[in-house]
């Protein structure tokens, strides 16, 4: 990826996903993720830790 496509990405996830994230315990962030990953076979392999990794970085980013 890009630089530009990673700061997409992270920006994406900010829009979407952290507004739930945030009230989310990491286990079941980490749940949904893989839940996610079994509906969706198409998802590229370890994407789903990916976004559990980014998911995280802007959960506890000070």
């Not at 994406?12 to 945030?22: C, G, H, N, Q, Y």
């Not at 993720?33 to 509906?39: G, L, N, S």
């Amino acid at each position: 990826m890009t630089t530009e496509e990673i700061n997409q990405f992270r920006q994406k996830i900010s829009e979407t996903i952290m507004p739930l994230a945030v009230n989310m315990k990491d286990v079941d962030i980490k749940e949904l993720i893989e839940h996610i990953e079994k509906e969706n076979p198409e998802l590229p392999e370890g994407f789903g830790n990916m976004l559990y990794e980014q998911v995280l970085i802007l959960k506890y980013k000070k």
